[in-house]
């Protein structure tokens, strides 16, 4: 298990169970009591996790984890989900993505997939993005023209957010908007762990001809705190082979187009 894979399931570990005991750790991860004492001292010094003696407790930012860290979790999913919308965008689309693991791996293959398709070097595809960290990877690429919100940087998702985001959106016409998610409710809707995130994804589904959320079958079963926007709002979901199939079944009874790979 490489450094980040473990660092982020300690993380999950204490934002689970609310605490968590190097003894524990130990035996869960395989790893030495050295390595996770490491670990956990890690993980509180950028705020992640409270230190205890013989441990570590969950506080407020322990559900919040920063990108690099969740980037590890349901790694061949997310990739798999990333190729799939690659692989949907066609020449002459305007596609937006926000922030978020997946979304980041689906513009990143977006970009390969357009150089090597044409390269010629003229723009074939225009992203809308508030995430800063998919503009600085698809600007390098002459063959997507990028358009990125305005707003404040959240150093945990590298998300522009902001009434200067919500004020661009409305600007511009989107023709699908892929969206990365942190929980799905079947009932309520999709939502973000974050109020400012949740607005500017909303302007994104207002903006969007089309929207669809990806994410991995894991979200289908969490929870998270800000409504992006009702089940209405989105017309499909592109997530893993493991999704649980009755909750598949509610949204495509709620309208919605599922494809799983």
Request: glycine content about 8%; hydrophobic content about 45%; aromatic content about 4%.
């Amino acid at each position: 298990m490489n450094k980040q894979v473990r660092l982020a399931r300690l993380v999950e570990l204490v934002s689970e169970r609310g605490s968590l005991h190097v003894d524990d750790a130990v035996s869960e991860l395989g790893i030495s009591p050295a390595t996770a004492r490491r670990d956990l001292d890690e993980l509180a010094a950028q705020q992640l996790i409270r230190r205890t003696r013989g441990g570590a407790v969950a506080n407020a930012t322990s559900g919040d984890v920063p990108m690099r860290y969740r980037s590890a979790r349901e790694g061949a999913a997310k990739s798999r989900i990333a190729d799939a919308v690659a692989a949907r965008v066609r020449p002459g689309e305007v596609v937006a993505f926000n922030g978020g693991t997946t979304t980041t791996m689906a513009a990143y293959q977006l970009g390969v997939r357009f150089s090597a398709e044409y390269p010629g070097g003229e723009a074939i595809v225009t992203v809308v993005t508030n995430a800063v960290n998919i503009a600085n990877d698809l600007a390098v690429r002459p063959q997507t023209r990028v358009l990125v919100t305005g707003g404040v940087v959240r150093p945990k998702s590298y998300e522009l957010t902001g009434p200067l985001s919500e004020l661009v959106l409305p600007q511009v016409n989107i023709d699908v908007a892929y969206l990365g998610v942190s929980a799905i409710d079947t009932v309520t809707g999709v939502f973000t762990h974050d109020d400012s995130e949740a607005a500017v994804n909303n302007a994104f589904v207002a903006a969007a001809r089309t929207a669809y959320v990806v994410a991995d079958s894991s979200k289908l079963h969490a929870h998270s705190f800000a409504r992006i926007c009702p089940l209405a709002g989105i017309d499909g979901l592109i997530t893993d082979t493991a999704a649980d199939p009755a909750a598949l079944a509610t949204l495509r009874a709620a309208g919605w187009t599922v494809v799983t790979v």
